[in-house]
C-alpha cells in the first residue's frame, strides 16, 4: 500500500509540475491523461490489495452526457473507490486536505473544489465553482460529489445538499452497496475510528463493495427552477433503487447529535429535521445550539431525554396547576404528555418568543408594579404570579430570588426585562394573563362597571385564574378552526 501510495504521488507531482493556475486553470493533454489513466490504475490496484472485490452495474456517462456524478449513501472513506470507476474526477475537499504530505499532492491532482472553514463566503465560492465546471463544455472533468454531507449508516438517504444540482445540468447517480456479513467499512459519528476500521478491514479475506450507474437525470424545467425539488427526486430515485428510506435529517442534525451526547442525552435527541425546521421558522444553528444547553438542564433529571410536566414546572420554578398544564400541552405537539427537544425548539419559535415583545415585557412589568415605583417587590411580584396561576397560596420566593441579581430585595426593569429574554417560557404566561385581563376590563367596561382603579390596576378586582376547566391536548398551536391537518402518522409534528 505504501508503494502504490509513493507511485500515485510520483504520477501527481509530475502531472502538476510547473502547471500554472495552481487550480483555477484545468489539468489539459498528458497531464490530464496521466492522471487518468496511471491514477486510476493504482487505485484499483489497491483496493485489490486490500481485498475488496468490486462489482460493478450499468454504464458510466460521458462529459457530455453528465457533468456531474452524485453518490449515495455516503458511510466510508471507502468509498474513493467510486474515483477510478469514473476517471479520477474532481471532488469537493476542504482545502486543509491540499496541505497534507502525499495525500494533499495526490489529491491537488484532481483539481478539486476546495471549500474553506474560514472563508464566510465558502458556500457561494463552491456553489460557483461547481456551477461554473458543470457548464464549461468539456473544459473541467467531471465532479463527484456526495450530496449528504457526511457519512451515514446506510439504513436511509438523508437530506440532499443542493451544491449538486444548482447548476440545473444533468447529474448520474450512483449507487453503493456492501454486502458483507460483517461490517468493517462504516465510518459515521458513533462507532469505530478510522484506524480501527482500517485494521479490521485489511484482517478480512474479502470485503465486496457493489456500485451501480444509474441512468443519467435530466432535469426538467420545473427541477431547473426549483433546486430543492431536482434533489429529493434524484434523491426518491436512489432510495427506490436501494430500497431504503428517505429522512429528512441533515449534517446540522448530526452536529447536534454530538452535542446532545456531550451534554449527557441521549444523542437521538439532536435529531430535529434542522433544515426543514430552520427554513420554516427561520432559525440559526448556534441558537438552536443554545437552546439545546437549555432542553439538556430541564431534562437532565428525566429519563430517555424528554421533559414531563413535573421536570417542566420544576425548570419554572412554579407548582403544577390549570394554567400551566395548558401551556405544557402547547409545546406537546402529539399529546403523549412528554416534550422532545424538537417540540422545544418549536414552542419557543411559535409560542414564546413571537409573545416575548419589549412591550410586552414593559406591560408585564407595569402590571407587576402595582405602586409605580419603578421596581417589583416580592410581595407585588407574588401577587400577580398568584393570579395568573390561580394558586393564592404559591410561595414565589425561590424564583423571585432567580430573578433579582443584585439580591436587593426589588426587582428593577432591567432584570426583570434580561431574565424575560432568557426565558421565553414565562412570556405566554404573561401574555395569557394580560388577555384575560383586559377581556375582563372590556367586559367590565360594557356593563358600565368602569372606575378610576379598574382602569389603574385591574388585578385588585380579580384573581380569576386562567383556566378552571381541564386543558385538552392539542396538536397545532392554533386549534379553534383548524382541522385542515390531514397528514399520516409519520407527520404528526410536521411544522
Not at 434523491?235 to 429522512?247: D, E, G, S
Not at 403523549?336 to 419589549?358: H, Q
Not at 441579581?405 to 426589588?410: L, N, V, Y
Not at 386562567?466 to 399520516?488: L, Q
Request: hydrophobic residues 40%; negative net charge.
Amino acid at each position: 500500500i505504501a508503494f502504490i501510495l509513493l507511485l500515485a504521488w510520483l504520477f501527481a507531482s509530475i502531472a502538476t509540475f510547473h502547471h500554472p493556475g495552481k487550480g483555477s486553470v484545468p489539468l489539459k493533454g498528458w497531464r490530464r491523461q496521466m492522471i487518468k489513466t496511471s491514477l486510476s490504475c493504482l487505485t484499483r490496484t489497491l483496493f485489490f490489495i486490500m481485498g475488496f472485490q468490486v462489482k460493478v452495474k450499468g454504464k458510466v456517462a460521458s462529459l457530455l452526457e453528465a457533468p456531474i456524478f452524485v453518490a449515495a449513501p455516503h458511510s466510508s472513506f471507502f468509498d474513493a473507490i467510486i474515483s477510478a470507476l469514473t476517471g479520477m474526477p474532481s471532488v469537493v475537499s476542504r482545502a486543509e486536505n491540499l496541505s497534507t504530505p502525499v495525500f494533499g499532492t495526490i489529491l491537488s491532482s484532481l483539481q478539486p473544489v476546495s471549500v474553506s472553514r474560514q472563508d464566510p463566503d465558502s458556500r457561494k465560492n463552491t456553489v460557483t465553482e461547481i456551477t461554473k465546471r458543470a457548464l464549461s463544455r468539456g473544459q473541467w472533468p467531471q465532479i463527484l460529489i456526495f450530496p449528504e454531507g457526511t457519512c451515514t449508516n446506510r439504513s436511509c438517504l438523508i437530506t440532499f445538499k443542493q451544491g449538486a444540482f444548482l447548476p440545473r445540468v444533468p447529474v448520474q447517480p450512483v449507487l453503493l452497496r456492501y454486502p458483507n456479513k460483517l461490517d468493517t467499512v462504516t465510518w459515521t459519528w458513533q462507532g469505530y475510528s478510522l484506524k480501527e476500521l482500517c485494521v479490521m478491514t485489511l484482517c478480512q479475506l474479502f470485503t465486496r463493495v457493489e456500485v451501480e450507474f444509474l441512468p443519467v437525470h435530466v432535469p426538467t424545467e420545473e427541477e431547473k427552477n426549483d433546486p430543492i425539488l431536482f434533489a429529493n427526486r434524484v434523491r426518491q430515485t436512489m432510495a427506490t433503487a436501494l430500497n431504503v428510506p428517505v429522512t429528512d435529517h441533515t449534517f446540522e442534525d448530526c452536529r447536534l447529535m454530538i452535542s446532545a451526547g456531550q451534554l449527557t442525552l441521549p444523542m437521538e435527541a439532536g435529531l430535529v429535521e434542522f433544515t426543514k425546521i430552520s427554513k420554516k421558522l427561520n432559525l440559526k444553528w448556534n441558537h438552536v445550539r443554545e437552546q439545546l444547553d437549555t432542553f439538556a438542564a430541564i431534562a437532565s433529571a428525566s429519563k430517555g431525554g424528554r421533559i414531563g410536566i413535573e421536570e417542566f414546572a420544576e425548570y419554572l420554578k412554579l407548582p403544577i396547576s390549570d394554567v400551566l398544564k395548558e401551556l405544557f400541552l402547547l409545546f406537546d405537539r402529539n399529546g403523549d404528555g412528554t416534550i422532545d427537544f424538537r417540540e422545544y425548539v418549536i414552542g419557543l419559535s411559535i409560542l414564546c418568543n413571537p409573545a416575548n415583545t419589549e412591550e410586552t415585557i414593559q406591560m408585564a412589568f407595569k402590571l407587576f408594579d402595582m405602586d409605580e415605583d419603578g421596581t417589583i417587590t416580592e410581595d407585588e411580584f407574588a401577587c400577580i404570579i398568584q393570579s395568573a396561576l390561580g394558586v393564592p397560596q404559591l410561595d414565589v420566593s425561590m424564583l423571585f430570588r432567580e430573578i433579582d441579581a443584585d439580591e436587593t430585595g426589588k426587582l428593577s426593569y432591567g432584570e426583570f426585562k434580561d431574565f424575560a429574554l432568557k426565558h421565553p417560557e414565562y412570556a405566554k404566561l404573561f401574555t395569557t394573563y394580560l388577555e384575560l385581563q383586559r377581556y375582563q376590563l372590556d367586559m367590565l367596561e360594557g356593563d358600565d362597571f368602569e372606575s378610576p382603579e379598574i382602569k389603574h390596576s385591574p388585578v385588585r378586582k380579580t384573581t380569576i385564574p386562567v383556566s378552571e376547566t381541564t386543558p385538552i391536548a392539542r396538536n397545532k398551536v392554533c386549534p379553534e378552526g383548524n382541522e385542515e391537518d390531514n397528514s399520516s402518522t409519520s407527520d404528526k409534528k410536521d411544522d
